[in-house]
């Protein structure tokens, strides 16, 4: 999308705000009033968010240890930092590593400003965050500075996948 685009889509996004906005602050009315219940009393019934018939949800293990998250991170480091030929070569090894829905926006990178970043490994790779079992945050020390990694995996059993890289 060009900036026009963005432009007219910002436009047209607040006219429908202040067309929402405005049909919200014109209704007056009274709400309507609930019609008296001749049945029992909900606080007699059971329901399903009843604390007595709760179950507790089993908790979900971490998919992977800190290290096996450092080794990904290392690898994938190492891959997209690597010497290659082409953007095309450099892409068909980078590509399996990052997840789906950011694909275009790695790709989108150039081999040349790549291949101007030293990003050899200086010390250790530390996980910031694995609060999730499924999303962990990997601090890489690099050459060229620290690079912060955000990883996920879709599910048990899956690849770990770059979802972003910062400095």
């Given at each position: 999308?060009?900036?026009?685009?963005?432009?007219?889509?910002?436009?047209?996004?607040?006219?429908?705000?202040?067309?929402?906005?405005?049909?919200?602050?014109?209704?007056t009315a009274e709400p309507?009033?609930?019609?008296?219940?001749?049945?029992?009393?909900?606080?007699?019934?059971?329901?399903?968010?009843?604390?007595?018939?709760?179950?507790?949800?089993?908790?979900?293990?971490?998919?992977?240890?800190?290290?096996?998250?450092?080794?990904?991170?290392?690898?994938?480091?190492?891959?997209?930092?690597?010497?290659?030929?082409?953007?095309?070569?450099?892409?068909?090894?980078?590509?399996?590593?990052?997840?789906?829905?950011?694909?275009?926006?790695?790709?989108?990178?150039?081999?040349?400003?790549?291949?101007?970043?030293?990003?050899?490994?200086?010390?250790?790779i530390t996980i910031e965050?694995?609060?999730?079992?499924?999303?962990?945050?990997?601090?890489?020390?690099?050459?060229?500075?620290?690079?912060?990694?955000?990883?996920?995996?879709?599910?048990?059993?899956?690849?770990?996948?770059?979802?972003?890289?910062?400095?």
């Amino acid at each position: 999308m060009n900036r026009s685009a963005f432009a007219t889509l910002g436009a047209a996004g607040a006219a429908a705000m202040l067309m929402l906005a405005s049909g919200c602050a014109s209704n007056t009315a009274e709400p309507p009033q609930p019609e008296p219940s001749t049945s029992t009393p909900a606080s007699s019934q059971a329901t399903p968010w009843d604390h007595d018939s709760y179950e507790p949800v089993e908790q979900v293990e971490p998919t992977a240890s800190a290290g096996e998250l450092a080794d990904v991170a290392k690898h994938f480091i190492e891959v997209y930092g690597g010497d290659y030929d082409d953007h095309d070569q450099w892409w068909q090894h980078v590509e399996p590593l990052v997840a789906q829905g950011q694909r275009e926006k790695f790709r989108s990178v150039g081999l040349d400003a790549v291949a101007q970043i030293d990003l050899t490994i200086t010390g250790d790779i530390t996980i910031e965050d694995q609060s999730s079992p499924f999303v962990a945050t990997a601090t890489v020390p690099t050459a060229a500075g620290t690079i912060h990694l955000v990883m996920s995996c879709a599910s048990k059993g899956q690849p770990w996948l770059v979802e972003s890289m910062s400095r």
